[in-house]
């Protein structure tokens, strides 16, 4: 089994930074792709940034230029970065990591999801 524990959400203002982390732990080979999903109330999971393996990266279109995300390869961290926060950027914030089990299963977790408000 997988856990993955988010932290650093919470309330700014307008133009200001944020910065999300999100550690993985318990028994598994290998993890594959980290990223992060954001999903207000009413509409579906969206992509926002993620990073593969390899250290290739996608972003969405609204955050490209304001949000970095990296990965701790030793840590099993992956960490979002927000600049220029904006108001519609508000919603709540959902890791997310691709896993290859000890058992060669390969599976998708998902973490608690952390609260991002940005205030105008």
């Known amino acids: 089994q997988v856990q993955l524990v988010e932290s650093g959400g919470g309330l700014v203002q307008a133009g200001g930074s944020l910065r999300l982390s999100c550690a993985a732990s318990?028994?598994?080979?290998?993890?594959?792709?980290m990223g992060w999903y954001s999903q207000i109330p009413g509409k579906q999971r969206e992509l926002v940034a993620t990073?593969?393996?390899?250290?290739?990266?996608t972003y969405s279109d609204s955050v490209k230029g304001r949000f970095t995300v990296s990965r701790d390869y030793v840590r099993n961290t992956v960490y979002l970065q927000m600049n220029s926060l904006k108001p519609e950027d508000t919603a709540v914030y959902y890791c997310?990591?691709?896993?290859?089990?000890?058992?060669?299963?390969?599976?998708?977790?998902w973490g608690q999801g952390t609260q991002v408000t940005v205030s105008s």
């Open positions: 318990g028994s598994f080979f290998r993890i594959d792709a």
């Open positions: 990073t593969a393996s390899g250290g290739s990266t």
């Open positions: 997310n990591a691709d896993v290859m089990s000890r058992t060669w299963r390969y599976q998708s977790y």
